[in-house]
């Protein structure tokens, strides 16, 4: 049995090709057609899709039978507009393009964000669905009129393999017009926004085998039409899902270029300071639990910033050596915690105050301040970032009892060291396939299987190391968090 996980992201489009063990048998990855106009970032949906069709055909060449299963994982808050004869109007809008302030404004002017919460799981803000589709229906009316269905980018997919038009809870999530208690469509929130009701898909949970491929699809991809497809979901859900999530308490941390913190509670908030501190609920796929996100705009990014920015000649002699430039830095003899603070807003700031304005700064520069000192500063501030979260979740009753990572920055043993002893938690890492992808596996297997996820997980997903935390540097950390916490409040007028 051969299973298709296909991720299609921001940066680039992503597919594997998995045995039933969970083995890679063979990938393909392409850059995401993303681009900007008039101030608009958007990812194209046509290339998009010619790219998703191309991944599948260098994967079914490589498989010794026919593929069962096909599932997506995919960025969330972008939609295509389709028209009555099924075919896309627009491009998928990214959640950083700097559009539905206006139109967050109008929906608060008719509704408070606390009773927002209650329905949607989140407040308002301009990076969800619901603003973008208000600025299309002012801006560009003859689209908008043009509309008959909504659909989210993963799904987008699946309705291209099979001509079936749906949505899954986690992806619905991000538009602010779902219901989160009844997982169903709100007509409130959608009649706030002066929305037409009937554009929007039925909903599913994601690991749902909503169809099969289509005898069009079948000749674009060289899928059988025999194989299933799933009705898929929100990349974050799915790396939860792929890093072995199962259960109350547990939490994933996926650092790349920005850092997110996944958690798990099986309760729905009743204190507003948790949708006031920019938390969202996500129902998960696996019945009553809930997901919330923890995250940073920059995380990696920071590092590339170091190696761009502050050494790039170095970084020259460091690669002609045949050396990686982040291990070499990474491997340096630190002393920590450091003797800097990094407010790590380089880029806005994610929760808990998506505050877009806000910009990064470095405290306690001297003369004897080095590169290296500033490397691992970089690290301790992203983390004491998503430990200002985690903090903030256990007030409103969230707690992370155990935390596994993944993404580009488990790869640094430095790093992980730092995390474990910001967040006073042990640390684990997988050896099993990570990311989205794996998320996909697993959704296929249960579709195919009927087995319960806590059964796949304790046979795909493995433990590689376990991370520990040294209760000497803990308390150190401590310290310097508390001087953390103050620097956003102290400066974040300043340069506005």
Known sequence: MKIIGIDV????????????EGAICFSSE????????????????????????????ELVKRSDEDVSCVCFSSLGESFALLDEDGESINDFILFVS??????CNQVRNKISDEEISQIAGLIPNRMFSFSKLMWIKKNKRELYNSTSKFVMVAQYMVYRLTNTICCDYSLATRTM???VKNKKWSKKLIDICDLDSSIFPDLYPADKI????????????????????????????????????????MANDGTGTAECLTVTFDHIPTDFNFYKNNFCIVPYIIDGLYLTYAFTSTAGALLKWHRNYLSPLEREEIEKDGEDYYSHYSNADINLPTNLLVLPHFDGTGTPYLDSSSSGAILGLSQKTTKEE???????????????????????????????VNGGGAKS????????????????????PEGGIFGCFLMSMK???????????KKYVKTKEIIRRDENLVNKYKANFEKYKRIYPAIKNIWR
Request: some cysteine; overall charge negative.
């Open 9 to 20: 992201g921001t940066s680039m489009i992503k597919g594997q090709l998995l045995s039933e």
């Open 447 to 457: 579709a195919i299987t009927n087995l319960s996820y806590e059964k796949l997980i």
């Open 98 to 103: 700097d559009l539905g302030e206006e139109e």
């Open 374 to 404: 500033i490397y691992f500063a970089l690290m301790e501030g992203s983390s004491f970032e998503i430990n200002l979260c985690i903090d903030l979740l256990k007030k409103s009753g969230i707690n992370v009892s155990s935390l596994s």
């Open 210 to 249: 909503i169809g099969r491929v289509s005898a069009e699809a079948s000749r674009k991809t060289g899928l059988s039409q025999n194989c299933a497809v799933l009705v898929s979901g929100h990349d974050q859900m799915m790396a939860t899902l792929g890093a072995g999530v199962y259960q109350n308490g």
């Open 30 to 57: 392409y850059p995401s057609p993303t681009y900007l106009e008039n101030g608009i970032s958007f990812l194209s949906t046509k290339e998009s899709e010619e790219i998703v069709y191309r991944i599948i055909n």
């Open 413 to 432: 043993s430095s790093w992980l060291k730092i995390k474990a002893n910001v967040f006073n938690k042990d640390i684990k890492t997988l050896s099993s």
């Open 177 to 179: 017009l779902f219901d």
